[in-house]
């Protein structure tokens, strides 16, 4: 009786267990199968992206302290040039006339900005003349190791960042000799540069980077001396415990991901000045990184989220005729997972529940194709002026080096445009930004390329051209920009350097800073003008 009473309990239990559906026990393996795909999916897209992202950002980095360093070589070498002339002209002045003295260094300090001040210095070290004038200087002896040193010399000196001895100041001193028609020493003529002050740094670097979301760079001395930091505090800390200050210090050059000082991961690149033995370093911290792939996926879950969600209420429904579909499908999903995305062109179905299934998928891959594709397309164009960003620029450069083909490169830069952000406010100068990109694009040729550098700056790639080809089309664009009507009430100008491929380099760098000299000396000229590099080189 007992055993019969068990029997029985049994096969109700049995019984209980067969009324779980068909559609309950496939909608769940289909449900559990796609979340699991999804989440493979997303490790492997995190895994991969976040590496891809951080390779290009040291490389962008390591560029952009190339970049900077070559300016710095060669803001340096004009200024020894400079100094050189200045050398000869004082070498042939009566140093008794003070006056005159006076008179010639004010205006060559205030015909340039190179320098903070300038003195003249006799053989004997005494101070003969100084800009702007200080009677507490002239008529001493120079009490500055640096000062000494180049008398000493009696060459063209680079000093190292020290403080001044009396007034406390972190300075680099600048200085030529001077000789007079028989070669016998005179003195000499020295340039000096606040380094906490505003100075020719601040104007030359003071803009670069705004764009790089907690991205900065600095500038450090042969000693590992901060010459520049955003921070104007930091100036002159000795930072060459810095993992990548001391690779600089020991003659490297490169990329590295490291620790700083105060414990934040960072992406570096460095790069030595050759002109001054310093080292340029820029760098991002490893956190935004981060931040954007976090975006990146965020959005990837919001764009499939829904269409999933949809995939599977619908697999529920229809789940007890759909076994087989259900294969196929998963396959597709997987696929996509691998990163094979062109979608398949699906036999309609025998049954309407499977054959609406399949057409949902479908649809929900191609919106997930769509918005990765944009997000590609994001990356590649700049937000405001809708031209291609840097990125895109340094590629299609690149690839055009790879293939051989002859190229010019038109850099281009808006005229005294801080004082537009200045006046008319930050939105007015993005208005005027937009305006002069749509100008560039409707100057070029549909096979160029046109791209955003940063800030003010814009860089014209124009194909099988060569340096005649390429002046008259960047002067094109610099009178229809200078001959059209601003979105603010005042003429805006240009100015535009240019180089050619392989005429003047086969290095992307090298061309990109030779037409970024020949745009320096179109600045210099009185700017609104067009420079190449071939008439810069005359």
Do not use: C
């Not at 360093?69 to 020894?80: I, Y």
């Not at 004082?90 to 004010?106: G, Q, V």
């Not at 996509?336 to 399949?358: F, S, T």
Request: a positive charge.
């Amino acid at each position: 009786m007992i055993s019969q009473n068990a029997a029985s309990r049994f096969r109700g239990k049995i019984r209980r267990f067969k009324k779980i559906s068909l559609t309950a026990l496939l909608g769940g393996l289909v449900t559990i199968s796609v979340l699991m795909t999804l989440t493979i999916m997303f490790i492997s897209s995190y895994t991969s992206q976040k590496q891809s992202l951080i390779n290009t950002t040291l490389s962008l980095n390591y560029s952009n302290a190339v970049q900077m360093s070559n300016t710095l070589d060669a803001l340096f070498k004009s200024m020894q040039n400079n100094l050189a002339h200045d050398a000869r002209y004082f070498a042939d002045l009566d140093y008794s006339d003070s006056r005159k003295l006076n008179s010639a260094l004010d205006l060559i300090k205030n015909s340039s900005n190179y320098f903070n001040s300038m003195t003249l210095v006799d053989s004997d070290g005494l101070v003969l003349s100084i800009s702007p004038y200080s009677a507490d200087s002239v008529g001493y002896h120079v009490s500055s190791e640096a000062a000494k040193t180049a008398l000493r010399l009696q060459e063209p000196y680079i000093s190292e960042a020290y403080k001044t001895p009396r007034k406390k100041r972190r300075i680099v001193f600048v200085s030529e000799p001077v000789f007079d028609a028989h070669g016998k020493f005179k003195g000499m003529i020295g340039g000096n540069i606040y380094l906490q002050d505003q100075n020719i740094l601040n104007l030359l670097f003071g803009s670069q980077m705004k764009t790089s979301q907690g991205s900065h760079f600095f500038i450090v001395d042969s000693k590992g001396t901060l010459i520049y930091h955003p921070d104007t505090a930091r100036i002159g800390e000795n930072i060459s415990r810095n993992t990548v200050v001391s690779k600089l210090l020991n003659n490297e050059k490169g990329k590295a991901q490291y620790r700083n000082l105060a414990g934040v991961d960072s992406l570096a690149g460095y790069y030595k000045v050759p002109t001054t033995d310093w080292g340029v370093v820029v760098v991002s911290p490893t956190q935004t990184v981060y931040d954007q792939l976090n975006h990146q996926i965020g959005l990837l879950i919001l764009y499939t989220s829904v269409p999933f969600l949809l995939l599977t209420l619908i697999v529920i429904r229809v789940a007890r005729q759909l076994a087989r579909p259900f294969v196929s499908l998963t396959d597709l999903v997987q696929q996509v997972d691998q990163g094979r995305v062109d979608l398949p062109i699906m036999k309609p179905h025998w049954n309407r529940e499977a054959d609406l299934l399949n057409r949902t998928v479908l649809s929900a891959l191609a919106n997930f194709r769509k918005q990765r594709e944009q997000l590609t397309y994001d990356a590649r164009t700049d937000v405001l002026t809708g031209m291609t960003n840097r990125r895109t620029f340094e590629e299609v450069i690149q690839n055009w080096l790879d293939e051989g083909i002859r190229f010019s490169i038109v850099v281009l830069d808006i005229d005294r445009f801080k004082s537009i952000n200045d006046t008319y406010g930050h939105h007015a100068g993005d208005e005027v930004l937009k305006h002069i990109a749509n100008l560039i694009r409707l100057s070029v040729r549909p096979e160029d390329v046109s791209s955003r550098f940063g800030g003010e700056e814009f860089v014209v790639l124009l194909r099988d051209a060569d340096t005649k080809e390429a002046y008259q089309i960047a002067e094109n664009i610099r009178v229809s920009v200078a001959g059209s009507v601003m979105p603010v009430d005042r003429q805006v100008t240009i100015s535009a350097g240019i180089a050619e491929h392989p005429l003047h380099s086969s290095s992307a760098s090298e061309l990109f800073h030779l037409a970024d000299t020949a745009l320096y000396r179109a600045k210099e000229e009185g700017r609104n003008r067009t420079v190449t590099i071939k008439a810069l080189r005359k």
